[in-house]
Structure formats: C-alpha cells, structure tokens
C-alpha cells in the first residue's frame, strides 16, 4: 500500500490529464482543441491543486486508520481522482495525452483504477471527422485526398495524441498508411509545454535531491519535434536505411512525395498488434522479446540513435520473431561522447562489478548527487537492479515483479531506498533512455520473456562484440557483415 500511494503521488500531476483522455474514449470527441493557453492553464492547475487536496486529506486521514481503512481511503481517492480529471480536461489532447500514453503500458505499481484508464489508450484515442483530416491533406498537399490518393480510407486505422492514421493507396498502386496531424494540436502542445511545472513538479517535491529542469526540458524538446513529421520522417528514413533488409526487423519506407510537416506517409505494415502476441506460445513471444530487445539497445550502440516510444501499439508482429517498427516521432540521437559515457558505466557495473568504480562514475556522470554517507555497496546495490538481467551469464525471465520494482526506485519515496533515491537525479541525456527501464521491461514483463540477456548484451555492445549466441544473432551476423555494418 505504501509503494502504491507513492506511485500515485508521484504521477498524479502526469497521469491524471492521462486518465481524463482515457475516460473519455469511451464517446467521441468534440473536434475543436481547446489550444487557449490561459484556458488550459486554467484547467490545470484546477486539476492539480484539487488533486493535492484530496490526497493530502486522504493521508490525514489514514495516518490512524486500521489498514482496512486505509485500503478503502486510498481506492476512493484513486476514484474520486479519475472522475475529477474526467471533468475538468475532457477531451483535452496534445502533451496531456502524449504523456499519459507514455505511461499507459506501465505495469502493476500503478493503481488498477488509473491503469485500466491508461489502458485505453494503448492503441486508439478519438477520432477526428474525415472533413478535417480533408482539410489538411488539402492544405499541405494541395488537392483533396480523393484526387491525391487513388483510394483513401474514411475512418482511420489508428488514433493518437497528436494525429491519426488512415490506409490508403497511392496512384502509382502503392499501399500505404497516412498520418494526418489534428488541426491546432501543435498550439495544445505548446500551451501544455508551458504548463511543464505544474505536470512535473511533483518530481521535485518528492525527491529532494532531484532536479526537474533537464528533464521537463528533455521531454519539452522531444515533444515540440513530435510536431513536425519532417523530422519524423527524416529519423524513420535513418532506421530504414540501417535496417533494410534486416533477418527480423522491419521499417516501413516514407513515401516523400505525399509527406509534409503534417502529413507522414509511409509503405503500409502488416502484422499482429500486441494483444494477439499475448496469446502465442511462449517460444514466439521470447522470439518477439529479442528482436525488440536488439532493436532498442541495436539503435543505441550500433546507430547512436534511441527510438524513444516502446508502447505496444507501435508495434506489429509476425512469426520467427519479425517485427515491424512504427512510430519515429519520439527518438533521441546520443553523441558519441554519450556513448561513451555508457560505455563506461556498464564496464564499471557489469564487466568489473567495482562497487567504488561504481560510484565514482555514476557521481561523474551528474546522476549521483551528494549521499556522502551512502555506502559504496548502497550505491552499487541500488543501480545494480537496473543492470540485472545482463548481470550474470544466464536464462532469466523478465517478469512483471521486476518491473514494478523498476517503478518502485523510481517513485517509491516510502520504500527501503528512500534516502539512495534523495541523491539522484537524471541528465538530460539519461532522461528518454529510462523509457527502457520504465517502459519496455514491463511489455517484457507481460511476455514473461526468457533469454540470456547477458549474451545478447555482449553481442551489441561494440566494446565486447561477443559472437552470436543465438539462432537469430547468426543470421543477425550475416546480415551485418553483407551490409558492412562491420
């Protein structure tokens, strides 16, 4: 109960918008944004200053209640909490709705109320009318998209936080997916970014020794990029390029001609959506866990570039562990000096297991803040779970236990690594990379996937470049060396 009223508190500035959106899909949305910034400020800060009330009374309250009681407190205010966001942001979309994704396939430390909210919005989000989606096409490629496109579809494949999608075909017979931004949602978006402190300043009130500029100003600069497709565009066509021809990674080609800053339009991909692959025997879904887990930390390593958005419905599955990559909106592009500085903290922590070197290198790094009086084995203790599954040579399973402990040392205030949790922070640089820690192990966690992490680990690194260890990582091999990645 502890670990779960922290998590709410937490999150609540982040994930009640979230809530709000996801209760709303349940009717269709009004189809004019309310982008105002006073208005969304407005609403905001209504949001979360009655939200702090409530929990402030409900901890009041259960300071000398029996744990009965105070299990019932806690589930009324996870309640009432969601009917008031309901309320006050309605139909909402634009960052409110991004973050609230980005936390929508967050594991079992989040209140099941808020969860089942989130859960919503995994794949779908309301729909705009074809008029406004005409309306665009119109605007950006000059003709209504009956004239552009030979057919397009009426009613969207899949819809976001800031566009929707619709199948269509083009007139030289090319299948493809076309990615309509919401009219005005970039003014939302800026008006909700402007409205950073009061979405993410509880960070700072909860951990004392955390410092929330780089991260709203990490998240701030991925989201304005989100807005602009070209950018979009111009970061699927380095993964297209990387990738082509891959044995079990797919990215879809842009289609240039029929792209703008608010139109995408991409080779249409086939496949499962993740709800299905939880129903494929246990040797399929470990064969999806691979290909995504070398995809994330492939990118990083081999490409110097991490696709940000590891959420289930960017994904699309076929059997042998092919998988179709969407979505390059949210992507984060490492220096080599930040490479670099990886590097060094997995030797330090996995290849030397120093505990001193240890700390000496998360310090250097900006992450460790002061705990002068936190042993060196505190310190090697706490971010060793982060590096478990790759700590020894061995068959582990990622499981949803492991994730929510993952969650836990980020948001658990209440918990046994309190005061190790008081002296850190993030960097800018660190920031999306957490999305690994925070997001794909819990999809990992729904496969329950078992493989040796370790050995998989080695393969990519490029400063141990391990031989492959598994079926997959051979024809991975031959791929690279026909492609002269190495």
Same mark, same amino acid.
């Given at each position: 109960?502890? @670990? *779960?009223?922290?998590?709410?508190?937490? +999150?609540?500035?982040? %994930?009640? &918008? $979230?809530? !709000?959106?996801?209760?709303?899909?349940?009717?269709?949305?009004?189809?004019?944004?309310?982008? @105002? *910034?006073?208005?969304?400020?407005?609403? +905001?800060?209504?949001? %979360?200053? &009655? $939200?702090? !009330?409530?929990?402030?009374?409900?901890?009041?309250?259960?300071?000398?209640?029996?744990?009965?009681?105070?299990?019932?407190?806690?589930?009324?205010?996870?309640?009432? %909490?969601?009917?008031?966001? !309901?309320?006050?942001?309605?139909?909402?979309?634009?960052?409110?709705?991004?973050?609230?994704?980005?936390?929508?396939?967050?594991?079992?430390?989040?209140?099941?109320?808020?969860?089942?909210?989130? !859960?919503?919005?995994?794949?779908?989000?309301?729909?705009?009318?074809?008029?406004?989606?005409?309306?665009?096409?119109?605007?950006?490629?000059?003709?209504?998209?009956?004239?552009?496109?030979?057919?397009?579809e009426?009613?969207?494949?899949?819809?976001?936080?800031?566009?929707?999608?619709?199948?269509?075909?083009?007139?030289?017979?090319?299948?493809?997916?076309?990615?309509?931004?919401?009219?005005?949602?970039?003014?939302?978006?800026?008006?909700?970014?402007?409205?950073?402190?009061?979405?993410f300043?509880?960070?700072?009130?909860?951990f004392?020794?955390?410092?929330?500029?780089?991260?709203?100003?990490?998240?701030?600069?991925?989201?304005?990029?989100?807005?602009?497709?070209?950018?979009?565009?111009?970061?699927?066509?380095?993964?297209?390029?990387?990738?082509r021809?891959?044995?079990?990674?797919?990215?879809?080609?842009?289609?240039?001609?029929?792209?703008?800053?608010?139109?995408?339009?991409t080779?249409?991909?086939?496949?499962?959506?993740?709800?299905?692959?939880?129903?494929?025997?246990?040797?399929?879904?470990?064969?999806?866990?691979?290909?995504?887990?070398?995809?994330?930390?492939?990118?990083?390593?081999?490409?110097?570039?991490f696709?940000?958005?590891?959420?289930?419905?960017?994904?699309?599955?076929?059997?042998?562990?092919?998988?179709?990559?969407?979505?390059?909106?949210?992507?984060?592009?490492?220096?080599?000096?930040?490479i670099?500085?990886?590097?060094?903290l997995?030797?330090?922590?996995?290849?030397?297991?120093?505990?001193a070197?240890?700390?000496?290198?998360?310090?250097?790094?900006?992450?460790?803040?002061?705990?002068?009086?936190?042993?060196?084995?505190?310190?090697?203790?706490y971010?060793?779970?982060?590096?478990?599954?790759?700590?020894?040579?061995?068959?582990?399973?990622?499981?949803?236990?492991?994730?929510?402990?993952?969650?836990?040392?980020?948001?658990?205030?209440?918990?046994?690594?309190?005061?190790?949790?008081?002296?850190?922070?993030?960097?800018?640089?660190?920031?999306?990379?957490?999305?690994?820690?925070?997001?794909?192990?819990?999809?990992?966690?729904?496969?329950?996937a078992?493989?040796?992490?370790?050995?998989?680990?080695?393969e990519?690194?490029?400063?141990?470049?391990?031989?492959?260890?598994?079926?997959?990582?051979?024809?991975?091999?031959?791929?690279?060396?026909?492609?002269?990645?190495r």
């Amino acid at each position: 109960m502890r @670990g *779960r009223s922290a998590v709410v508190a937490a +999150l609540s500035a982040a %994930t009640a &918008s $979230a809530v !709000a959106i996801a209760l709303v899909t349940r009717r269709r949305a009004t189809e004019r944004l309310r982008s @105002g *910034r006073a208005e969304r400020t407005t609403e +905001l800060v209504k949001l %979360t200053t &009655s $939200a702090g !009330a409530n929990y402030a009374r409900m901890q009041a309250t259960a300071a000398f209640a029996s744990e009965e009681k105070k299990a019932e407190l806690q589930a009324r205010f996870e309640l009432q %909490t969601a009917e008031q966001v !309901a309320e006050v942001l309605g139909n909402m979309k634009g960052a409110v709705m991004k973050l609230g994704q980005m936390a929508s396939y967050l594991d079992g430390g989040l209140p099941e109320p808020v969860r089942e909210a989130l !859960a919503q919005m995994q794949q779908d989000a309301p729909p705009m009318s074809f008029e406004l989606v005409a309306g665009v096409i119109e605007s950006e490629l000059g003709a209504h998209p009956d004239e552009v496109f030979e057919s397009f579809e009426r009613e969207p494949m899949a819809a976001a936080s800031i566009g929707q999608v619709h199948r269509a075909v083009t007139r030289d017979g090319r299948a493809v997916a076309v990615k309509v931004q919401y009219p005005g949602v970039d003014e939302a978006i800026r008006a909700d970014l402007d409205n950073s402190d009061l979405l993410f300043g509880a960070m700072g009130m909860l951990f004392s020794g955390l410092d929330p500029a780089p991260i709203v100003n990490e998240l701030r600069d991925r989201l304005v990029e989100e807005l602009d497709y070209r950018i979009e565009a111009a970061n699927q066509r380095r993964f297209v390029e990387y990738y082509r021809g891959h044995p079990t990674i797919s990215v879809p080609d842009v289609v240039d001609e029929h792209s703008t800053e608010r139109v995408l339009c991409t080779e249409l991909a086939t496949g499962a959506r993740w709800a299905d692959l939880l129903g494929w025997s246990q040797a399929e879904r470990n064969l999806a866990a691979e290909s995504l887990y070398r995809f994330a930390f492939g990118g990083i390593y081999r490409l110097g570039v991490f696709n940000g958005d590891p959420h289930p419905g960017n994904y699309l599955f076929n059997p042998g562990g092919k998988v179709v990559f969407l979505d390059y909106g949210l992507c984060k592009t490492f220096t080599p000096e930040e490479i670099k500085s990886f590097e060094r903290l997995i030797v330090a922590m996995v290849l030397h297991g120093d505990p001193a070197e240890v700390r000496a290198e998360w310090t250097q790094q900006g992450v460790l803040t002061g705990g002068d009086h936190l042993s060196d084995a505190a310190v090697f203790d706490y971010f060793s779970h982060f590096f478990e599954q790759v700590m020894n040579d061995e068959v582990t399973e990622i499981t949803s236990e492991y994730a929510s402990d993952s969650l836990r040392r980020y948001f658990d205030l209440s918990g046994p690594h309190a005061e190790m949790m008081k002296s850190v922070t993030l960097p800018s640089s660190m920031v999306i990379i957490q999305r690994i820690n925070l997001g794909l192990y819990a999809l990992f966690g729904e496969l329950r996937a078992e493989n040796n992490w370790r050995r998989l680990a080695e393969e990519i690194w490029p400063f141990v470049d391990r031989d492959p260890s598994t079926p997959m990582g051979e024809r991975i091999r031959a791929w690279e060396i026909e492609r002269g990645h190495r």
